[in-house]
């Protein structure tokens, strides 16, 4: 009789653990399935939201708006360090390539790739910030040509529009020629 009812344990154990196994594989299978959804519709999301952002910056307004944002923070972080100058909004060009800046006007010396011109025409002053190092790099003078406007703003018209960037160093560099 012991045989016969180890027999039936023995046999029945299997028997039993395939419906556990079955549902185990159910829920993980559900999981699974649930996080691949979760990270698809987290996916979604961010494409989304940034393919909108891109949307927003083809808008002039939008732009004008976002870049009058990043010229009042770098105005507020720079007049923590150095009296600016009242009145005027300044135009702001991004060093791109500081060794030819450098080459052409020593002016530019300390600058490195990415800092920061600040150019106020009525005050005739030009500021060299370096936002990754927190410190004022240089203040220089700027020479009004003969028509009354910055001569800087003259030649980086047609490569800055966005008052944010310049195209080159070389043309911001000659912004601030004595």
């Known amino acids: 009789m012991k045989n016969i009812e180890q027999t039936e344990s023995i046999t029945a154990g299997p028997a039993q653990a395939q419906p556990n196994q079955k549902k ?21 999301w961010g494409y989304y939201t940034k393919n909108q952002e891109v949307e927003a910056l083809k808008n002039p307004e939008v ?20 009296l600016l100058p009242t009145g005027e909004t300044p135009q702001v060009l991004t060093i791109n390539d500081a060794a030819a800046a450098i080459k052409q006007q020593a002016a530019f010396a300390g600058s490195v790739n990415g800092d920061k011109v600040l150019i106020y025409s009525k005050a005739s002053k030009a500021f060299i910030y370096s936002p990754s190092r927190n ?37 911001s560099s000659s912004t601030t020629s004595n």
Do not use: C, H, W, Y
């Open 63 to 82: 732009k004008a708006a976002m870049e009058q944002k990043e010229i009042e923070g770098l105005v507020a972080t720079i007049s923590k360090i150095i």
């Open 24 to 44: 185990k594989s159910r829920r993980g299978k559900g999981l699974l399935t649930f996080i691949l959804l979760v990270a698809v519709v987290a996916l979604g």
């Open 135 to 171: 410190i004022i790099v240089n203040v220089l003078p700027v020479t009004l040509s003969n028509d009354n406007t910055n001569s800087a703003s003259a030649q980086n018209n047609t490569s800055s529009q966005t008052n944010t960037e310049a195209k080159s160093t070389s043309k």
